[in-house]
């Protein structure tokens, strides 16, 4: 007769377990799809702010606190800093629209957050989803200024989304490497973009 309640019992308990599972299935859910929304749209709001006017170029991007180009920073960024802005996430975009006629060069100087317990960097840029260069960044080699070409290809309709790919974030204060509790990426203090390839 014991039986039957002690059923009952485990047949409650796989179905409470059920329905736990499937709240954080959906949980998870609604927050990846909440994230990709939110994301969306801070990138579509910097299009529309840096297509409002073509940009001439060559066109130098300020990137730094105060600076004119902020409205064309996507998601992905921490608030700038007087010399510059770091990347907070795994990806951090920004919008230009440029003349779409010819290959264009990217002249841009990074360094990346690397630390003894922190000691590699992958940062890869990319232009509409194109890969376009790729640096390892470790502890002696935390820094990159170099020119990029960008090639007409990948320019479409002259909107580029931008984005700078960082493999792991991390915060200095989690990597005892300082009080700075910020996931950090990578740091872009010159970006600008020109006429004319690379080479």
Not at 21 to 35: H, W
């Given at each position: 007769?014991?039986?039957?309640?002690?059923?009952?019992?485990?047949?409650?308990?796989?179905?409470?377990?059920?329905?736990?599972?499937?709240?954080?299935?959906?949980?998870?859910?609604?927050?990846?799809?909440?994230?990709?929304?939110?994301?969306?749209?801070?990138?579509?709001?910097?299009?529309?702010?840096?297509?409002?006017?073509?940009?001439?170029?060559?066109?130098?991007?300020?990137?730094?606190?105060?600076?004119?180009?902020?409205?064309?920073?996507?998601?992905?960024?921490?608030?700038?800093e007087a010399g510059g802005i770091w990347t907070r996430d795994e990806d951090a975009s920004?919008?230009?629209?440029?003349?779409?006629?010819?290959?264009?060069?990217?002249?841009?100087?990074?360094?990346?957050?690397?630390?003894?317990r922190h000691p590699q960097v992958t940062v890869e840029l990319l232009a509409n989803g194109?890969?376009?260069?790729?640096?390892?960044?470790?502890?002696?080699?935390?820094?990159?200024?170099?020119?990029?070409?960008?090639?007409?290809?990948?320019l479409g309709d002259g909107r580029v989304k931008l984005t700078f790919r960082v493999d792991?974030?991390?915060?200095?204060?989690?990597?005892?490497?300082?009080?700075?509790?910020?996931?950090?990426?990578?740091?872009?203090?010159?970006?600008?973009?020109?006429?004319?390839?690379?080479?």
């Amino acid at each position: 007769m014991s039986a039957v309640p002690a059923l009952r019992r485990w047949l409650l308990l796989a179905l409470l377990v059920a329905i736990g599972c499937g709240y954080l299935a959906a949980f998870a859910f609604f927050v990846e799809r909440s994230e990709d929304f939110v994301e969306r749209q801070i990138d579509e709001r910097a299009a529309r702010r840096a297509c409002a006017q073509p940009a001439s170029l060559p066109l130098q991007l300020a990137l730094r606190e105060g600076g004119a180009d902020l409205a064309r920073l996507g998601s992905g960024w921490h608030a700038p800093e007087a010399g510059g802005i770091w990347t907070r996430d795994e990806d951090a975009s920004l919008i230009v629209c440029v003349p779409a006629e010819s290959d264009l060069t990217i002249d841009l100087a990074l360094r990346s957050f690397v630390a003894r317990r922190h000691p590699q960097v992958t940062v890869e840029l990319l232009a509409n989803g194109t890969s376009l260069a790729r640096w390892e960044m470790h502890p002696g080699h935390d820094h990159v200024a170099e020119r990029v070409r960008l090639p007409r290809a990948v320019l479409g309709d002259g909107r580029v989304k931008l984005t700078f790919r960082v493999d792991s974030p991390a915060s200095p204060l989690s990597k005892r490497a300082g009080p700075d509790m910020r996931r950090l990426g990578v740091f872009v203090s010159r970006l600008a973009i020109e006429s004319g390839d690379a080479s």
